[in-house]
């Protein structure tokens, strides 16, 4: 028999994205209103409809990206915590540290916090930087505390102590009681989720991490009673960009954050790898939000950390004190809530803003006809003729071109004293200026020239203003994949296992052992391939890479440098130098007369995926673009007041089998639209990506 299919679905705020892949190497594609009182049935009948006449009634695998997370995080509906914490610092999560967003914003206010006073119960207990009982735990207070928590009625607890990193015994001793006291109460202890130093950031971390386990368990469970009739094998995205099983996740759903936008990424630099680009910029702009990240060398430059909760999910590099610390490492994507969905509107002063509100999936935007009232920026490129103007998606999502227009001269032509069109192109250009700040974010504020770099744009609306992005930004070549709408779906399939461990090792570089290092890199390893297998997973292809956190004395933050394979073969001076190298890269400058700090060691497991190859997904491209109608016709749309408007080719993506065709033209595609301006020309490469470049 043939080998089972896989499949991946990703559930974003608008559509859900469905991908299964055959026996032949062809992939079904499916896309789906992401409604959430139907979105598992709607998934299990598109798995049905896909394995029907192939021989096969189960999935080899399925892999999911998921936002419940964020979700969970940023409307505040997560389970009612309680924390214990040592004696004295119960208020980390309020003091938190310095920064925020906007120094000069008087009218601020910070998130409240994830726990509120009432339920953090502080314990009796005190254990040295090097693991010395100071002062025993108190077991009679630590009952004290449960059952003062048990009394407000939690759902989840975090045990965050004092130098707990070092040695776990007091927070052991703490979850022990807590079995008896709280029993089904699931418990999050800082000394399995993150030990390492800095008591916010540890706190924060097991704390979000104990407020999204109940949501979790709910929702994989329910994933999997839909679901279970085609795989026992569901495994989850991470925010690391790589995948987890359903156990693991539910002990650990911290790691799930940003598992929906890192599918993407992970896709992109898999396709970068195959073509051959070095450095680019992922480009994904969805229904909710857009989201950006640097690829050097084909691989996603990661943070040790983000923050969340902030009104959207960003780097630490973009806005800093928004949201709370969650200290696991992460793709450095950076969101900006510009979406498709996202929704006009005008201030008190009468200035045009896009988003951060998403009109979602329902009621969705105007065009869709699902109720939306406020016009959106999807309503926008449909009014601009960027867009189909009667139906998306295979003819399954119907537009509604005239309600478009409509909500434009009912809210924001008499206020902007404009035509629908050029109000349209406003809303267009908005939502571009806000997409410059992520990819910038990513960019130029890390010492790196946009320039030089490829955009490689997805999403079901990245491609629409792709060109008009990079033509902004100076940046001269945009490639758009195969399946660009349902390219975060694709990218799941690509994910290995990952699982990150972190320990540390904090003093100066010039004195570490670096047998030591070995030896605490090796016991790790064998804590992961136990890992492996108590999950069901064979650790024989295992790939595994050392890092090490390094800062100079006195600053707050680190760099993470990767260790050579095998035995440490460099010195600390060579790694010295490396990390002075990195930091003038990062910052602009070196300071070789100040010690270097080692803060952390971080130990990277990989469990190869399934290979799926772009150069096969392509041959089944051209395959079926034989009997693909390759010229849909023409229509009029505006490219703004300088070029106006403009009769526009449509034609398909087999269209440009024959060869670079110039602009104005319009790609439509089953999952996305691409728009080629004047002055850009488009062409396909072998991958049959599309190829956008200047004239």
Not at 185 to 195: E, K, R
Not at 349 to 378: F, Q, R, W
Not at 432 to 438: C, H, I, L, S, V
């Amino acid at each position: 028999m043939t080998q089972a299919p896989r499949m991946a679905f990703d559930i974003g705020g608008t559509f859900a994205d469905v991908i299964v892949t055959t026996a032949d190497g062809a992939l079904l594609t499916f896309k789906l209103l992401a409604i959430p009182d139907r979105i598992a049935k709607d998934v299990r009948a598109r798995v049905a409809q896909a394995l029907a006449g192939t021989g096969h009634v189960r999935l080899a695998s399925l892999v999911h990206g998921t936002t419940i997370g964020s979700n969970a995080l940023l409307e505040g509906k997560g389970a009612v915590t309680g924390l214990i914490a040592t004696r004295g610092f119960r208020d980390e999560l309020e003091l938190r540290r310095l920064a925020r967003p906007g120094v000069y914003d008087y009218l601020w206010e910070r998130t409240p916090p994830l726990i509120p006073r009432r339920r953090r119960q502080e314990v009796t207990e005190r254990l040295t930087a090097k693991g010395e009982v100071f002062t025993p735990l108190d077991v009679a207070d630590a009952r004290q505390a449960l059952q003062a928590l048990k009394a407000q009625g939690i759902e989840a607890l975090a045990i965050c102590l004092i130098n707990a990193y070092v040695d776990p015994r007091h927070e052991v001793a703490v979850a022990t009681l807590a079995r008896e006291i709280l029993p089904g109460v699931p418990i999050t202890q800082s000394s399995a989720v993150l030990p390492a130093i800095r008591e916010y950031e540890r706190m924060s971390t097991t704390a979000v991490n104990a407020y999204l386990m109940p949501v979790v368990h709910r929702y994989l469970d329910a994933l999997e009673r839909e679901l279970s009739d085609f795989s026992q094998h569901l495994r989850i995205m991470q925010s690391n960009g790589g995948v987890m099983t359903a156990q693991h996740a539910r002990a650990l759903p911290v790691y799930l954050v940003e598992s929906g936008p890192a599918a993407g990424v992970v896709g992109t630099a898999a396709l970068m790898r195959e073509v051959g680009i070095a450095d680019a910029v992922s480009f994904d702009m969805g229904g909710t939000t857009v989201k950006a990240c640097l690829i050097e060398n084909s691989t996603p430059v990661e943070k040790a950390g983000m923050e969340v909760g902030g009104k959207a999910n960003v780097s630490t590099r973009y806005s800093r004190g928004a949201g709370y610390v969650v200290s696991v490492p992460s793709l450095d994507i950076v969101e900006a809530g510009a979406g498709g969905g996202s929704i006009a509107w005008i201030d008190a002063a009468g200035v045009l803003h896009v988003g951060p509100t998403s009109a979602g999936a329902v009621p969705g935007p105007v065009c869709y006809g699902n109720g939306g009232a406020e016009p959106t920026v999807t309503d926008a490129n449909v009014v601009l003729g960027y867009m189909n103007p009667k139906a998306i998606a295979g003819g399954t999502v119907p537009i509604d071109r005239p309600a478009a227009i409509a909500a434009f001269e009912r809210v924001l032509c008499p206020r902007l004293g404009m035509t629908a069109q050029a109000a349209a192109h406003g809303v267009h250009a908005v939502a571009n200026a806000a997409m410059m700040r992520a990819v910038r974010a990513v960019s130029t504020e890390r010492g790196r020239d946009p320039r030089e770099l490829a955009l490689i744009a997805f999403g079901g609306a990245g491609p629409i203003h792709a060109v008009g992005l990079a033509e902004a930004l100076g940046m001269r070549r945009v490639y758009v994949p195969l399946h660009p709408g349902l390219f975060s779906a694709l990218g799941l399939l690509l994910a290995d296992v990952r699982y990150d461990h972190v320990q540390s090792m904090p003093g100066p570089l010039d004195a570490l052992d670096l047998h030591e290092l070995e030896g605490r890199c090796n016991g790790l390893a064998a804590n992961v391939r136990e890992t492996l297998r108590r999950e069901g997973l064979d650790p024989a292809a295992l790939r595994q890479q050392r890092f090490l956190d390094l800062r100079y004395r006195g600053q707050t933050s680190e760099l993470t440098l990767a260790l050579q394979e095998g035995p440490f073969i460099d010195s600390t001076a060579q790694l010295a130098e490396r990390f002075h190298a990195e930091h003038e890269r990062s910052f602009g400058y070196r300071s070789p007369s100040e010690p270097v700090m080692v803060v952390n060691l971080r130990l990277k497991s990989l469990l190869p995926s399934h290979s799926l190859s772009f150069a096969d997904v392509a041959e089944a491209f051209r395959r079926g673009a034989a009997t693909e109608s390759a010229i849909r016709g023409r229509r009029q749309a505006y490219f703004g007041p300088r070029l106006g408007e403009c009769e526009t080719r449509i034609l398909s993506r087999a269209g440009l089998l024959g060869g670079p065709l110039e602009g104005p033209l319009i790609v439509e595609e089953f999952d996305t639209t691409v728009v080629v301006p004047p002055g850009w020309r488009a062409g396909l490469d072998d991958h049959a990506s599309i190829v956008l470049q200047p004239n």
